[in-house]
């Protein structure tokens, strides 16, 4: 399993959440330790557990901050360069999938226990979920990453 859809769909398939998968196929190559990134997501994953922002848009702005992200203070040129790549990101995973949001995209509110087990029923998790990690993957190597 050579590329990183590839290897995002697998951790996704083994129980890792949308944003660990997004996170975890680019951490090394800008110097975080994969278990260190897979920890600082796992709390990302369905939108915040609240259906919010979709869990793979929130690890590719992770993956964005690493390489543009501002870690001096003042250096305010980071700062807009890794804003203006994150909305960059935002516009083209909506424009391909219709939404950033998470209870948009499944057409389910997790924070609700049944609807929660509906999009679970319907398998959403399995298919949407895995269509939406490979997308933010496939989009950050199509802009750089």
């Known amino acids: 399993m050579d590329s990183r859809v590839e290897r995002a769909e697998e951790l996704f398939g ?3 959440n949308c944003a660990q998968s997004v996170l975890a196929v680019f951490c090394e190559k800008y110097s975080m330790d994969k278990e260190v990134a897979l920890k600082i997501s796992s709390g990302l994953g369905g939108g915040f557990r609240l259906g919010e922002i979709c869990g793979a848009v ?3 702005a992770l993956v964005i901050g690493l390489k543009h992200g501002q870690c001096i203070a003042g250096d305010n040129g980071s700062k807009v360069d890794c804003n203006s790549k994150v909305v960059e990101f935002m516009k083209v995973f909506k424009s391909k999938n219709g939404s950033v949001v998470c209870r948009e995209i499944l ?3 997790l924070s609700i226990k049944k609807e929660y087990e509906q999009a ?3 398998n959403l998790f399995k298919t949407t979920c895995v269509d939406m990690v490979k997308s933010a993957v496939e989009i950050l190597e199509e802009i750089g990453y």
């Open 107 to 109: 057409g389910f509110d």
């Open 58 to 60: 929130s690890g590719a």
């Open 120 to 122: 679970q029923s319907q």
């Open 14 to 16: 083994n129980g890792f």
